[in-house]
């Protein structure tokens, strides 16, 4: 147990912006939301997984739509007050925690707002270990926990409960909601025991966005190593590539973000080309058309210079950007996991193969 | 209090494919619904409004999305179990009875099943005296009465429950939601107490179908007067065309049947054309260019030997059948209910003009 308060709150945001792998929205918009919420209401207890009883009701909070729509679109200040009473009805029993369903940017910022005007505590856990862009990907699919009950709220006050026999209903049923709605609301789904919550949980996540985030603001305080090396020390990241975004390609459909950035080779890589593609997250990473990582993996972006995570909204035309990989959660490396978010699922033709693997065979391509 | 048992079904289905104004599905899919309930669970008991307690809670049954649709899929025999709990838990009270929320084809049939299957009253009443498209179309929308908590079910299992700030949002999110599914779901919308329900219901809509649905069936047995006299005396009808449908444009869109039918004009009309506009339900007729009749006002076309109600799904090159006005229920043509109704909403470039009026100046000119 301990507490999350305004200095945290700022390493969490860097540090997921990082997690959500491109995806999750401008982590600001997020940090504004949760610093507002815990001036006003104060600071909120973080609780490790381990400290949930196995029968308490744990309720992740999320935002759900194009993150582009949400940054143009307030979150409303009584949307986690209507969630709550929302899920406490139809369960009709006490809500002993919220959390964050991703690590991503926007999501990783909500639940703690929510948790802050709630006053519940906030758990060190999400479902994802990163961001994704539909919600039955999360571990909590793998171990069938059901999405539904979910419940839904706009900001002018709608809201819709969802009860669905697949996850990949809710999914389908409440992006149309959210698109009716303008293309961005607030949802809880997935509510879980402390039990399964042990069993399928992403843990210490919050924690790990916050210790990022720390390692990043203060990247050139490091004695004896470059920042560009401390980066990659604390990261475990991969460099995959080093360049100056010359095309931005970008379209919304059907609420999420979809497109691709196109980038010609800096530094060690001048003379090379590479692309990302992004549906809301970075999906496939190309260098010279060779594909080096892919979903699940976390493909993230970042300022070369500051080693700040720049999301798929932020990409500029002329932008100095460095590719980073970096190894995801294990439960998604299954098969189970594969079917849920690997590279075939987003309409990628290429199995998956781990980033280490794909790496290391390039490596050895270099000798 | 009276019994509707098969025989009723029959004559109901009938009247009320009539006073669904070409819209509202095929009644014979309705019926068939209808019956199977009470072969299974017996009889239904009807209530009249004034038998209902000011406080009971009173839970409106209806299919939701384009008829054509509906009568590919089919009815699924746990849908109105799954409404009922769903609006149990919601409002944590007992439900009192069902009743229709339209009276137009497959919705008339729908909650006699449900109350039979759930051994409920049906309450002889509905919201509209005829069939509408859209869900806010409905007289509690004039008297204030909330479209939700709404609850939804498609056939495989999915179920949604709708709060929302107006009623046209409800129109809004669970049009969305209906399409996704499918384009047809069940539905539970403007559940409403006793003492509301007598101020703003369409009292005995039921019985007054199942009447028109008697005397169709008898038409060609009366003496001393054509059929077609005993038809227009029973209806107390507008004889508006009678003609041999030579066109019939119909597009499915957002969840609705748009079209039109054109018809040329036969015995009295010979030489004369007609035309009859249709959103799921007919919205305006016109004979040789000029409007005779619009929304809210019924505009009902009947075959010319049998005067069954045709839908307009039904509607076939060919085919000769009669266009009949009927007056609407009073509360459509105040100020509030041609807001919703009126034919300017549907965007029909024209006031609302009530169809005695269009058809008296009809006959001064005729002179």
Request: aromatic share 8%.
């Amino acid at each position: 147990m301990r507490k999350i308060g305004l200095k945290e709150i700022e390493d969490i945001a860097l540090g997921a912006a990082l997690l959500g792998a491109g995806g999750g929205g401008d982590p600001y918009v997020g940090k504004l939301v949760a610093i507002g919420a815990v001036k006003e209401c104060g600071e909120v207890t973080m609780l490790s997984v381990d400290e949930v009883p196995d029968d308490a009701l744990v309720v992740p909070i999320a935002m759900m739509g194009a993150p582009t729509i949400l940054s143009e679109k307030a979150v409303g200040g009584n949307e986690y007050k209507t969630l709550f009473e929302m899920v406490t009805r139809f369960y009709n029993r006490e809500i002993f925690a919220f959390m964050p369903i991703e690590a991503g940017g926007v999501n990783s910022m909500l639940p703690i707002a929510a948790a802050a005007r709630l006053n519940l505590p906030l758990i060190d856990a999400d479902g994802m270990g990163r961001a994704f862009p539909e919600l039955q990907m999360v571990t909590f699919t793998i171990g069938g926990v059901r999405a539904t009950p979910m419940a839904l709220v706009d900001e002018k006050g709608n809201s819709v409960i969802f009860d669905t026999i697949t996850n990949k209903w809710t999914e389908e049923l409440a992006r149309s909601v959210t698109m009716s709605c303008g293309g961005s609301v607030s949802v809880s789904l997935y509510c879980i025991d402390g039990a399964t919550l042990k069993k399928y949980a992403v843990r210490d996540i919050v924690t790990r966005s916050e210790k990022l985030g720390a390692a990043i603001r203060t990247v050139k305080q490091t004695t004896g190593k470059t920042p560009e090396e401390s980066f990659f020390e604390f990261t475990e990241g991969y460099k995959l590539f080093k360049g100056k975004i010359v095309d931005v390609l970008r379209e919304t459909r059907g609420a999420f973000n979809f497109g691709k950035v196109v980038l010609d080779g800096i530094g060690e890589f001048k003379g090379q080309s590479a692309d990302v593609e992004f549906q809301n997250e970075n999906l496939v990473a190309r260098v010279n058309e060779k594909i080096l990582a892919t979903t699940p993996d976390l493909i993230c972006i970042v300022d070369t210079e500051t080693f700040t995570p720049v999301t798929t909204d932020a990409l500029k035309y002329g932008k100095r950007v460095m590719v980073v990989g970096l190894k995801c959660f294990d439960m998604w490396r299954t098969e189970k996991g594969l079917e849920l978010v690997g590279p075939r699922y987003f309409g990628c033709e290429t199995d998956y193969i781990a980033i280490e693997e794909r790496c290391k065979q390039g490596e050895e391509k270099h000798v």
